[in-house]
């Protein structure tokens, strides 16, 4: 009988088994909305102060403490909220067992709710493990957390690495990632994720939208190594698997050379202010940009991205002149201080000084280059085949390219750039349209290598 409870017990906490440092995020469950003329007159509200509740998740913080849909949220810990962007930087921090003290308007009436923030559920599945853990980073400690078969023995084991925005990869149940990971885990594999310092669990690290690239693959780095100390992992069959920006840093994470297989999906080769420049042009008229306009457009960014990215000014000396502030603020996302395109100035300053050429003729892994035929970001075939031709230049017979028909940047199903930028539109697209062709893909190139 202490042998069958000791198996359960196991069973139970192998989600935190190998966790020792990271306190679990907080579950807070609310899903906020700041307050409109409209929905003050709805309400008979006397001021557009708070945030309103729209939805309370299951075994949330929010709903163990009373909270309820049309409650308005006048301040959390006592710092006052009129945004959502308010709330999402008062609560960032806050962990399991983290004190919370809701003052609310529960109509007209004011409520005061106390207790403990509730911990985020950790992944679960019926069909293979998800282990929870963590390695050293920096001052603190990065989550991974990893997906394996539940029988014993070693396994082909794949590095993820995601595109350059900051968020949690830590219950993204539908999320194009989410199927990905999903979908091969189901296969067999075990499925490394490595959180980007600063998202999800990690703990005391430097956060994504302040680092620059080089910190962003140290932390990549140092999963990558953590991953090897596994014993489940097949130090034989070690793959990276990148995708978008995740392609440029898939090649460089194995700094010792002992993967067997490297794989890019919708990424590039030139620098990123040619591709930006490129982008430009085929981007904008397809989201209705006049071309004569879009024109003008492209010669402006030409000048601001080649001071910014080549001779590393910050963009705030050149955002200068209400026009180019407009063009900034739309087509680069800078509207003042160290954030372009939601990540610190000086990540894309780094990531334009890279040769990627260079990177992948160092690479001796097999290589699979993949491309879907709808990619509206990632457009240009030619820069994934001549990745191929620079690994098959120096490593003959390496490198592989895969267009794959009727696929899109997300892995949705798009037969063209143009249905995908349509598709993006769609509520719901992306989480309901994904293409298993990449799951099939990825697996047969796997299990063709020798």
């Known amino acids: 009988m202490k042998k069958i409870i000791l198996l359960l017990f196991l069973f139970y906490f192998i989600p935190s088994i190998y966790s020792q440092n990271i306190p679990r995020k907080a579950f807070l469950g609310l899903r906020l909305i700041e ?39 006048e301040s959390i810990n ?11 930087e008062a609560v960032k921090n806050y962990r399991e067992k983290t004190p919370v003290k809701f003052e609310v308007n529960r109509t ?35 989550r991974i957390i990893t997906t394996k078969p539940k029988t014993t023995g070693k396994f082909k084991t ?36 490595v959180e980007k310092p600063g998202t999800g669990d990690c703990y005391n690290t430097p956060d994504c939208i302040d680092i620059d690239y080089n910190t962003e693959l140290e932390a990549f780095e140092a999963g990558f190594q953590k991953m090897l100390e596994y014993d489940f992992v097949d130090k034989d069959n070690v793959f990276i698997f990148g995708h978008s920006l995740g392609g ?7 700094k010792n050379r002992i993967a067997k297989g490297v794989i890019a999906c919708g990424t590039g080769l030139k620098t990123w202010y040619e591709y930006i420049i490129e982008m430009f042009r085929f981007q904008n008229p397809i989201t209705g940009v006049d071309y004569i306009e879009n024109e003008k457009v492209v010669q402006d960014m030409i000048k601001v991205l080649y001071d910014y990215l080549v001779l590393k000014k910050h963009p705030k000396d050149l955002a200068i002149g209400d026009e ?10 800078y509207s003042g201080g160290d954030q372009v395109w939601s990540r610190n100035y000086k990540f894309w300053q780094q990531l334009q000084d890279l040769n990627m050429a260079e990177v992948w003729k160092s690479v001796n892994a097999n290589v699979l280059i993949i491309r879907g035929e709808g990619d509206f970001e990632a457009f240009s075939n030619k820069d994934h085949e001549d990745i191929v031709n620079i690994v098959n230049a120096y490593h003959p017979g390496k490198g592989k390219f ?14 063209t750039p143009e249905e995908s930028y349509a598709n993006t539109k769609i509520a719901g697209y992306y989480y309901n349209n994904f293409n298993p062709a990449i799951i099939d893909e990825v697996s047969k190139w796997i299990e063709g290598l020798k």
């Open 35 to 73: 307050i409109n003329d409209s929905i003050k007159t709805t309400l008979n509200l006397s001021s557009k102060e708070g945030l309103i509740v729209i939805n309370v998740s299951p075994n949330s913080t929010g709903e163990k403490m009373g909270l309820k849909i049309n409650d308005i949220i």
């Open 78 to 88: 006592d710092i006052k909220l009129n945004s959502v962007k308010e709330y999402r």
């Open 108 to 142: 007209g009436e004011k409520l005061m709710f106390n207790g403990e923030a509730s911990p985020l559920p950790f992944e679960k599945s019926d069909k293979y493990d998800v282990i929870y853990d963590e390695v050293k980073f920096k001052e603190g400690y990065l």
């Open 158 to 193: 794949i590095l993820f690495i995601p595109g350059y925005l900051c968020y949690s990869l830590d219950n993204i149940g539908k999320h194009p990632y989410g199927q990905l990971v999903d979908k091969l885990s189901e296969r067999g594999y075990s499925v490394v994720r």
């Open 248 to 254: 440029y840093e898939a090649p460089m994470v194995d």
């Open 324 to 333: 180019l502030k407009k063009e900034m603020k739309e087509y680069i996302e």
């Open 402 to 415: 895969l267009l794959i028909p009727n696929m899109d940047h997300g892995f949705a199903t798009s037969k």
